[in-house]
């Protein structure tokens, strides 16, 4: 629980959070998402919580950006917004 | 909507804001949550059950009701999942063959050649090469990731791991052969119908536990009564039971991932895709 | 001001949850696009994991696992040495139950896409009005 890491690492997050939402391209949408989720494993790491941040790693990091990736494909890349 | 959105935002989050005076700092031993059940939990969980992760143990029997029903959730999903999305009929479509021999095209309209057909190779309409050395590398790979993966349900008495992570894992193991290769290789390999029997056999195991127990005199998943079955004591029981339920969430984990991205990158036709 | 700077050290990780839960929230409310609503659901849901996670933690405490020496035998277990296990718990469940939602919400929006050939909310309304 070192401060000055868990600072640095939830501001990544936030960065990568506010990133995921803002881009135009439903694929980087989906990536973002991914390192997302690999930070906040990292940050339960950090906070000794083992099993949650192994499930987020394989759930939200694998999982979930596959599905993502798969729905992204089936639909349409482009977004106006 | 954007306003609306701005102004409903910050309301919220200056009331959350608010609310955190009341909380106890970050860290303190002596915080309410930590206070009332959870010190019994570490100290009696080594003792009561002989299983050292206390995440574990917690998850498996102390708390087994809420285990089984998110296995239901996870279970329920794929169904929905499935019946969202799968298309049977198939009216005659376009397909593409490719003639081995001389690597002429084929763009079939309305009829078809069989699948397995030895001079035609059917390819996908959005076709990408695939590659001999992600081909090779994958198929070598797998193996290696369902050893892991088994090695995680297994272990989770004594390391960070248990049932659904390693039910994950697995399933990610079917997915990377669906996407390396194709998914018809990979529906070859854990055909539909297998998949589905699955995800109801791992619901099945974890009530028939718990059956097994009501059978032999106790309450529903009260594990010490299997000790009359397994011929250990009653501590052993427990931390036995609690692996018996481990596999059987891994096995719906797995089934219900396998099955929720064959239906997604193929939007139900559960032919072509990704 | 000096006596502000104890309570920003003791709880500025509740504010920067907090900040993570509104954007998860406006991405939910303000988006037009069907797939940036959902990332939003996601981030809104894993913010809220950790803030419940974040609450068992302990100063000098290490992970949920009980030393279990060879030779010893059973030592007498101080609660304050180890994380509270007992939000781990709760939140396995969350996760889990957070990628089945993803996963039945995506289904959702093929079947709009194919419905309406668009995942833009607005055009998907304009078009359920002209029918």
Redesign the interface.
């Known amino acids: 629980m070192i401060w000055q890491l868990d600072l640095a690492i939830l501001t990544l997050i936030i960065v990568t959070a506010i990133a995921a939402i803002s881009v135009k391209d439903l694929l980087g949408c989906a990536i973002l998402f991914g390192a997302y989720s690999f930070l906040m494993c990292l940050l339960w790491a950090i906070m000794a919580a083992v099993d949650v941040a192994f499930t987020e790693a394989s759930v939200g990091a694998g999982v979930s950006t596959v599905f993502f990736v798969a729905a992204v494909f089936r639909t349409t890349r482009r977004t106006r917004d | ?2 306003t ?3 102004i ?2 910050f309301l ?2 200056t009331l ?2 608010y609310a ?2 009341d ?7 002596d ?1 309410p ?2 206070t009332h ?3 019994r ?3 009696r ?3 009561e059950t002989a299983v ?5 143990a ?2 498996a029997d102390y ?1 087994g009701f ?2 089984m029903f ?1 296995t239901t ?2 279970f ?3 169904i ?2 499935f019946i ?2 799968r298309v049977f009929r198939q009216r005659p479509e376009d397909r593409y063959y490719r003639h081995i021999a001389t690597e002429i095209t084929l763009h079939v309209k309305g009829g078809r050649i069989p699948n397995k057909s030895s001079e035609f190779e059917r390819i996908d309409a959005l076709w990408t090469p695939y590659d001999l050395i992600i081909k090779t590398v994958c198929r070598i790979l797998v193996p290696f990731i369902q050893l892991f993966a088994l090695y995680v349900i297994a272990h989770g008495h ?5 049932g ?2 390693g039910g ?2 697995l ?2 193991s079917v ?1 990377l052969l669906a ?1 390396s290769h194709n998914m018809r290789t990979a529906i070859d390999r854990l055909s539909e119908k297998a998949d589905n029997l699955l995800m109801a056999i791992g619901v099945f195991i974890y009530t028939g536990i718990g059956a097994v127990c009501i059978l032999l005199g106790a309450g529903f998943l009260d594990y010490r009564t299997l000790s009359a079955v397994l011929f250990v004591d009653d501590i052993m029981a427990r931390s036995h039971g609690i692996f018996g339920v481990e596999i059987g969430v891994g096995i719906t ?1 797995m089934a ?2 396998i099955s ?2 064959n ?3 193929s ?1 139900g036709k559960q032919d072509e ?2 | 001001m000096s006596e502000l700077i104890p309570v920003i050290v003791a709880k500025y990780n509740y504010w920067l949850y907090i900040v993570l839960m509104m954007i998860g929230l406006y991405a939910m409310i303000a988006k037009n696009n069907l797939v940036k609503k959902l990332v939003g659901m996601n981030i809104f849901q894993t913010s809220i994991i950790l803030f419940y996670v974040s609450i068992g933690c302990k100063k000098g405490a290490t992970i949920p696992i009980i030393h279990h020496g060879i030779h010893a035998g059973q030592h007498a277990v101080d609660p304050a040495h180890y994380v509270n296990p007992l939000p781990h718990v709760l939140m396995l469940t969350a996760i889990v139950v957070s990628v089945s939602t993803l996963g039945v919400a995506l289904a959702l929006a093929i079947k709009i896409y194919n419905r309406y050939k668009t995942l833009e909310e607005d055009e998907i309304l304009a078009r359920l009005r002209a029918q």
């Open positions: 909507m954007k609306v959105g701005i409903i935002v919220a989050g959350l804001l955190t005076q909380f106890p700092p970050w860290g303190a031993p915080s949550a930590s059940v959870s010190p939990y570490l100290q969980a080594m003792e050292p992760n206390v995440v574990t917690v998850l708390r809420d285990t998110e959730v996870i329920c999903a794929g929905g999942c969202l999305l004594h390391s960070p791991g248990g659904f992570q994950v894992i399933g990610a997915i996407i984990v219900v991932m929720i991205y239906n997604l990158a939007a895709g990704l």
